[in-house]
């Protein structure tokens, strides 16, 4: 389930880290908060126009760490709100997620979905 203070979050500016780890050690990419969308079951949908690097690491490691935050939102000691994601993902070239992203960015080349399998508000 998703935290009505992440969903408030994502409505914010902010940037977003992604870090995977593949046969050639840890990467990180980022994205905008404002471009993830969250699916009916609760999965993070997030454009990929390019990060070729995260998709070979998820091939061959799903798991996946995300943060993000915003200082325009409440936390837990005062202003600025922020979490940690834990998860799995998968790149999808096709489908409804797919389709639902491609109709907002059209320079999306695939979907990264993420299903989180903890989401904890760090700050």
Do not use: C
């Amino acid at each position: 389930m998703i935290p009505e203070k992440l969903l408030e979050i994502l409505k914010q500016d902010g940037i977003v880290a992604i870090a995977t780890l593949g046969q050639e050690g840890p990467h990180m990419v980022n994205t905008w908060n404002s471009y993830i969308r969250i699916s009916a079951d609760g999965r993070l949908l997030i454009p990929a126009g390019y990060m070729h690097r995260t998709e070979a690491n998820i091939t061959f490691n799903p798991e996946v760490l995300i943060t993000l935050g915003s200082s325009k939102v409440q936390g837990l000691h005062g202003p600025g709100a922020g979490f940690l994601i834990k998860g799995k993902a998968a790149f999808i070239t096709s489908g409804p997620d797919f389709d639902l992203l491609k109709s907002k960015f059209d320079w999306l080349r695939a979907t990264l979905a993420v299903t989180p399998d903890t989401v904890t508000q760090t700050w």
